[in-house]
Structure formats: structure tokens, C-alpha cells
């Protein structure tokens, strides 16, 4: 509560939905699936985000609160540090501080159902934010990239960089896949795996862990609980001491940067070295510690979330919502939160590799060339 800046203003006046339709190809949800002259809202925000131990959140956080603020809204930001109970008292009391509209980066998708009839029966808005929130009908937007097209991306470097198709000789590799209670998780597990099953199936590949989920739906078994580099590094430790006696890894599936790092630690204590026995490695988010990795060889990419766009996407959200304006969406068949498919907006992600960190991240100012080395 303390953070909320209290500023009576209404974000906008007018009454009829006007189509702000930025993007074409966009399809459009009425806001608050309503009438067409649904009333206005007052621009009064919470946000919650997971933690503050990931780059991305603080930039994502701190990037929305900026933009919102100077177009006058009324904003409480709050960081959880991943604990669901913290996230789900955060949300009361940015309802009880009179928020209407509720940007939500879920910890757990499953649990925010009650808190949420709360805020339906305030009239407040919720738009999930990077992460769908399950089970509840009062989810009315959610802006993600692409989250499917993220795991795709890392399964396809990897086939491509294996050169599977004509791989003679089986070529060792070890799947991870991100936080059980994250619903992104299991869409950048099944884009890669999609990929990357029928060459286990066929031999090219092999997983001398035995942690080779047999079908997507089976990921959470090799799931990172919190996504946290510290587990990653000890299963990695675990697979590394019990399966590879007298045997290489010669690539690793890393859902995102953070279990990235922690495997990259792992191996650098089981002696690889870059140049010599390094495995290829995949990654997600372009964190600063990352990209200085893939500047020494010892990450081979990371798909890339401008977060700045979709924090762009969701401010438009708001404005729209808020003027009782049509809301952009551009998914409305994917995002089935087990109640309703929540009208969605996705962003493209890409990927980035050595040759492509000044061109894609530095010169488009989402990093500064000394934050990572350069
Ligand atoms: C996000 C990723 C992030 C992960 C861990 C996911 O939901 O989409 O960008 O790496 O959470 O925070």
C-alpha cells in the first residue's frame, strides 16, 4: 500500500469504444466483454510480479509502472519473491486500495481463482501478464510472446546446429523443462520437444540420464521447480556424476536463462571447457549474466522477449480498457485456462546468438554494451 501514489486521475474520457486498433491483422475483444459503450474506468493499476531475482521482472515491472505513471495513472507495483501467498495478499490490497485494473505475472497459475471472484465483483479488470492464469473465468486478457514458437526456436537451433538429420553417430543430450506451477513452462517444453522426440525416438539422440519425458504431457518430471539456477545446477551435478562415466554431454535443452546458468556453473565444476568438450546450450531472456555466457562460448542462444513490447501491448490494453475501447488481441483459439480461451496478444520472440548480441540486443538499446563486456 505504501507504494500506491495516490493521484485521482482518470486515465481517459471518453464513453464510446473507439477502435485503437494499432496493429493490423489484430482482432478486437470489447473491453470487459461488453457493451460497446461500456463506461470508462479509472486508470488505477496494480501490478504484480513473481521476484526480483530475475532481470527480467524488475525491467518488466519498473518499464510498465513508468509508462503508466506519466499518463497519469494511479500505480502499485509488487514483487512477491515467488511466494504464492505473499502474491495472492498483494492482489487484496491492491483491491482494497480501489485498483480497476489488475496486471498479473501469476507464480502459480492454479491458485489465484478466489482473489480474483474479489476483484470481478469490484468490477476491477485483470490481464495476465506473461503467464496465463488458470482455472477462473475473471482472466479478460492475456499479452505473452509466443510461448509455443519460444520452445520451437530452441528445438530447432538445436537440430539444426546437431545437424540431426544427418548425424551418423548418436549425439548425448540432457532436457530440462521450467517451473511445475508456470503454464508458459509446459508450451516452451512441448515447442522444443516437438522438435526434438523423433530423433530420440530414432537413436539420433540419446538422454543417458533416462529424463527423456516419453510425450509433451510428461514434462513436469523433469520439471526446475521456481525456475532456480541453484536446482538446475544440482540436478545437472546429479546427471553429470551418476550418467556420464566415460562419456560426454554434447548438448543441453535449457528451457531459460536462469536454469542456463546453473547448468553452465555445473559443468564448468565437472572440468568442460569452451573450445574443447563444451556442450551446445539453449537459453531464454537475454539476461545480462547470459549474454556475457554466450559471449564466451559457453551459451549457444537465448530467445530473446523484447520485453519493452509487450509492456508497450499491455499499456495499450490498459488504455483501451479504460476508455470502454475494443481491446487488440490477435489469439483467440490457444489460451484455454480450463473455464474460457482467454483472448490473447502474442508477441514473436527470436532468437539471438554471438553474432547477433550488438545488432539485436545492443543496438536496439535493450542492453547497454557494458553490461555485457562490450
Ligand atoms: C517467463 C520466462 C522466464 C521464466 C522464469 C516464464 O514464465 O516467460 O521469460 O524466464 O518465467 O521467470
Redesign the pocket.
Given at each position: 500500500m505504501s507504494r500506491i501514489t495516490r493521484i485521482a486521475t482518470v486515465f481517459a474520457v471518453g464513453a464510446l469504444a473507439v477502435s485503437m486498433a494499432a496493429c493490423s491483422g489484430a482482432t478486437t475483444a470489447t473491453a470487459g466483454g461488453s457493451s460497446a459503450n461500456a463506461a470508462t474506468i479509472a486508470c488505477n493499476v496494480g501490478i504484480t510480479m513473481?521476484?526480483r531475482t530475475?532481470e527480467?521482472?524488475i525491467n518488466d515491472g519498473a518499464q510498465l509502472q513508468t509508462k503508466l505513471k506519466a499518463a497519469g495513472c494511479t500505480v502499485d507495483l509488487q514483487y512477491a519473491d515467488n511466494k504464492v501467498d505473499t502474491q495472492i495478499s498483494q492482489i487484496q490490497n491492491q483491491i482494497a486500495g480501489g485498483a480497476k485494473i489488475l496486471v498479473i505475472a501469476a507464480i502459480d497459475g492454479t491458485a489465484l481463482g478466489p482473489v480474483l471472484d474479489t476483484a470481478a465483483k469490484q468490477g476491477a479488470k485483470v490481464i495476465a501478464y506473461?503467464?496465463l492464469i488458470n482455472g477462473s473465468p475473471n482472466v479478460d486478457y492475456y499479452a505473452t510472446?509466443d510461448?509455443y514458437k519460444v520452445g520451437q526456436l530452441q528445438g530447432n537451433f538445436l537440430k539444426d546446429q546437431l545437424k540431426l538429420d544427418s548425424a551418423t553417430t548418436p549425439i548425448t543430450i540432457e532436457p530440462f523443462a521450467?517451473?511445475p506451477d508456470?503454464n508458459?513452462?509446459k508450451y516452451f517444453f512441448s515447442g522444443a520437444w516437438d522438435v526434438l522426440l523423433p530423433y530420440v525416438t530414432k537413436g539420433t539422440l540419446v538422454v543417458p540420464s533416462g529424463k527423456s519425458p516419453k510425450s509433451d504431457a510428461d514434462w513436469a518430471t523433469i520439471g526446475i521447480a521456481a525456475?532456480a539456477s541453484d536446482k538446475a545446477q544440482a540436478e545437472m551435478d546429479n546427471r553429470l556424476s551418476s550418467f556420464y562415466t566415460g562419456k560426454k554431454v554434447q548438448a543441453v535443452l535449457s528451457p531459460?536463462?536462469?536454469l542456463a546458468i546453473g547448468i553452465e556453473a555445473s559443468l564448468k565444476s565437472a572440468g568442460y571447457k569452451v573450445g574443447t568438450d563444451w556442450p551446445m546450450i539453449t537459453g531464454?531472456?537475454g539476461d545480462k549474466a547470459n549474454v556475457k555466457a554466450i559471449l564466451a562460448g559457453e551459451q549457444s542462444m537465448t530467445v530473446w522477449?523484447d520485453t519493452r513490447k509487450l509492456g508497450d501491448q499491455v499499456f495499450t490494453m490498459i488504455q483501451q480498457i479504460t476508455k470502454g475501447a475494443t481491446v487488440d488481441v490477435n489469439d483467440t483459439t490457444t489460451y484455454n485456462n480450463g473455464i474460457k480461451v482467454v483472448p490473447s496478444y502474442l508477441i514473436t520472440p527470436e532468437v539471438v546468438t554471438k553474432d547477433l548480441v550488438q545488432s539485436k540486443l545492443i543496438d536496439s538499446g535493450f542492453l547497454k554494451a557494458s553490461d555485457v563486456g562490450l
Open positions: 513473481p521476484t530475475l527480467r521482472w506473461d503467464r510472446f510461448n521450467g517451473s508456470d508458459n513452462a525456475w531459460n536463462d536462469s531464454q531472456d522477449k
